[in-house]
């Protein structure tokens, strides 16, 4: 697989703990967002996805929250394990779902 | 990967030359994409497929040009490397136009 160094802010965490990762989105037409995660040498993976309607979403271990007063999104992973040390994207897309745009990531990494 | 593969998975190339990368799936989605991914800028889309014979444009799809004639295969040609066509490329493919699935990438050089 292929990734790319990025010079990305990094959050760093103790394996157990809980960790939020952010996203501030500037659009205020955007009305559906995804959550990706991606692991060294590999392409992009879903996590999940929350519409404009909505301001919680969960899936297994992991919560998203949108706040659209402030154009913020974040990603809650509930107790963080070494496997899931990687980079977090988030994107959002503006009424053509077929069009997204990505934040520049954050690097998780989760201490044993 | 959800049944996508990308080739070449490496390339080197001179400026000037035209470069072809293939995306190939095997889940029969409807929709396929081609991003780049570069340091400080995520994933920017090229361009994307809605169905045999239907492109449209992405963000950052100057230089670039896409086919795609059967439903498994999307290809993304560099009609004319440029050196800032140096990066990683993703194919991508979704059932539905929402979640995506995304292939292994392809790292390109432009010498």
């Known amino acids: 697989g292929e990734s790319v160094g990025l010079h990305l802010p990094t959050l760093s965490v103790q394996e157990g703990d809980n960790s939020i990762i952010n996203c501030a989105y500037s659009?205020?037409?955007?009305?559906?967002f995804i959550w990706y995660k991606q692991e060294s040498g590999k392409g992009p993976q879903f996590i999940i996805d929350?519409?404009?309607?909505?301001d919680k979403r969960q899936g297994q271990r992991v919560t998203v929250l949108l706040n659209k007063t402030v154009k913020h999104l974040s990603l809650q992973i509930a107790a963080t394990q070494p496997g899931d040390s990687a980079v977090y994207f988030c994107?959002?897309?503006?009424?053509?779902?077929?069009?997204?745009?990505f934040g520049s990531g954050t690097k998780l990494n989760v201490k044993p | 990967d959800a049944g996508i593969t990308q080739s070449p998975r490496h390339k080197v190339t001179e400026t000037g030359t035209p470069v072809t990368l293939r995306c190939h799936q095997t889940?029969?989605?409807?929709?396929m994409y081609w991003y780049r991914q570069d340091p400080g800028h995520g994933l920017r889309l090229i361009h994307y497929?809605?169905?045999?014979?239907?492109?449209d444009k992405g963000e950052v799809s100057d230089g670039y040009s896409v086919s795609r004639s059967k439903t498994e295969d999307f290809l993304l040609t560099l009609e004319s490397a440029t050196s800032s066509q140096t990066s990683v490329y993703f194919c991508?493919?979704?059932?539905?136009?929402?979640?995506?699935?995304f292939g292994p990438g392809t790292r390109l050089t432009v010498l």
């Open positions: 991508a493919i979704s059932e539905t136009g929402q979640e995506q699935f």
């Open positions: 659009n205020s037409a955007s009305d559906y």
């Open positions: 929350i519409r404009s309607n909505m």
């Open positions: 994107a959002e897309s503006r009424g053509n779902f077929n069009k997204f745009y």
């Open positions: 889940e029969n989605h409807r929709y």
């Open positions: 497929s809605y169905g045999v014979k239907d492109t």
